[in-house]
C-alpha cells in the first residue's frame, strides 16, 4: 500500500494491513478430502464491492506511533488510500476561550466528514462568540478597536457571508468546494492566531524575558 496520513500522529507515512492470525487450511488433498491445518495469516482487507472501496485495518509505521486505524481505497487515485476512521482530531489551542474553541473544534470535525455546510455554520457561531468575548456588535468593531488588521477583517466576514449563503433552503452543496470550505477555515484559524494565540504567547516571552533579566541581577 501507498503512504497515508495517519489520524493519530498526523504524519503522512507507510503502513501495512493488520494480520489476522488463526487457525486455518494450510493444505488440502481434493483427491481424497484430506486437510493439513495450521496456524495461517492474512491481511485484515475487506474486499473491493460492486458499489464500495476496499477498507483495511492498518497500522502506522511511523516511530513512536503504531496505532491502529481504518483506511478506504481512494477511488480517485489508483493505488492510493486514505484514513477514515478515527476523525483526524486537529485539537484547537488552549489559548482560545472554551465556548470559542468549542464552535470551532465542531467546524473542523464538520470538515473532517466533509460536512462542509455544517462547517461553516459553525464558523460563523464561532464568530458570533468571538463578539460576545470581546464585547463588540461586529466584526467592523473589532477591526476599529485594533485588534485585527482590516484583511483579516475582511476575510472573517468572507466566512460570515459565505455562512448566511449556507443557511438558506436552497442551497446546493455542489456550490461549496471543499478546496474552498478549507480556504475559508484558513481564514477562521489566522483570526484566532491573531487575536489569542500571538497575544499569549507574546505575554509568555515577556515574563520569561523578565524573569531571566531578575535572576541575571540576582547573580
Wanted: proline share 5%; charged share 25%.
Amino acid at each position: 500500500m501507498a503512504g497515508v496520513v495517519c489520524p493519530h500522529c498526523n504524519v503522512s507515512t507507510a503502513f501495512t494491513p493488520v494480520s489476522i492470525t488463526g487457525k486455518g487450511t494450510i493444505w488440502e488433498y481434493s483427491s481424497d478430502d484430506k486437510r493439513v491445518y495450521g496456524r495461517v495469516s492474512i491481511d485484515a482487507v475487506v474486499p473491493r464491492g460492486a458499489r464500495t472501496p476496499r477498507f483495511a485495518i492498518v497500522a502506522c509505521q511511523a516511530a513512536d506511533c503504531g496505532r491502529l486505524f481504518v483506511a478506504e481505497e481512494d477511488r480517485a487515485w489508483p493505488g492510493g488510500w486514505r484514513s477514515v476512521w478515527p476523525l483526524p482530531g486537529t485539537a484547537v489551542t488552549s489559548e482560545v476561550p472554551e465556548t470559542v474553541r468549542a464552535a470551532f473544534g465542531e467546524a473542523l470535525l464538520c470538515l473532517a466528514v466533509k460536512a462542509h455546510g455544517g462547517c461553516l455554520l459553525m464558523c460563523r457561531t464561532a464568530l458570533i462568540r468571538i463578539q460576545r468575548e470581546r464585547k463588540v456588535g461586529s466584526l467592523e468593531e473589532l477591526e476599529q478597536s485594533g485588534a485585527i488588521s482590516r484583511s483579516l477583517r475582511e476575510q472573517a466576514d468572507e466566512v460570515r457571508l459565505w455562512a448566511n449563503v449556507v443557511g438558506h433552503e436552497d442551497f446546493s452543496e455542489e456550490a461549496l468546494t471543499p478546496e474552498a470550505c478549507q480556504e475559508l477555515v484558513d481564514y477562521m484559524s489566522s483570526l484566532l492566531h491573531a487575536l489569542y494565540v500571538q497575544p499569549a504567547r507574546l505575554a509568555r516571552h515577556r515574563e520569561q524575558r523578565k524573569q531571566a533579566k531578575s535572576r541575571g541581577k540576582e547573580d
